[in-house]
């Protein structure tokens, strides 16, 4: 059975940094292109970074020069360092996993970046 859990969210101050992480089971990973969405109240998902079984990564640019995507294999999981947030970086983070066969979800983790 496939899961991806994400953890690391948190509340921050303005400026700071958080580092998510997504271990994902169900041995798909390292066959996986990996990505970080992010929902905000009232708004809808969009992608925030994503990183491909090759290592190929980009970035919405809202998020370039502060975010970095990053995947580890051998231990199944891919990061998300985010550091000079904002407060505009609240939102929902959700974890994806995806290829031509399949496309699946964490369950999500809260970001609030106080200002």
């Known amino acids: 059975q496939v899961q991806l859990v994400e953890s690391g969210g948190g509340l921050v101050q303005a400026g700071g940094s958080l580092r998510l992480s997504c271990l994902a089971s169900g041995g798909i990973f390292r066959f996986s292109n990996m990505a970080w969405y992010r929902q905000a109240p009232g708004k809808q998902r969009e992608l925030v970074a994503a990183?491909?079984?090759?290592?190929?990564?980009n970035y919405t640019d809202s998020v370039k020069g502060r975010f970095t995507i990053s995947r580890t294999n051998a231990k199944n999981t891919v990061y998300l360092q985010m550091n000079s947030l904002k407060p505009e970086d609240t939102a929902v983070y959700y974890c994806?996993?995806?290829?031509?066969?399949?496309?699946?979800w964490g369950q999500g983790t809260q970001v609030t970046v106080s200002s």
């Open positions: 990183i491909t079984s090759g290592g190929s990564t």
């Open positions: 994806n996993a995806n290829n031509v066969i399949y496309n699946y």
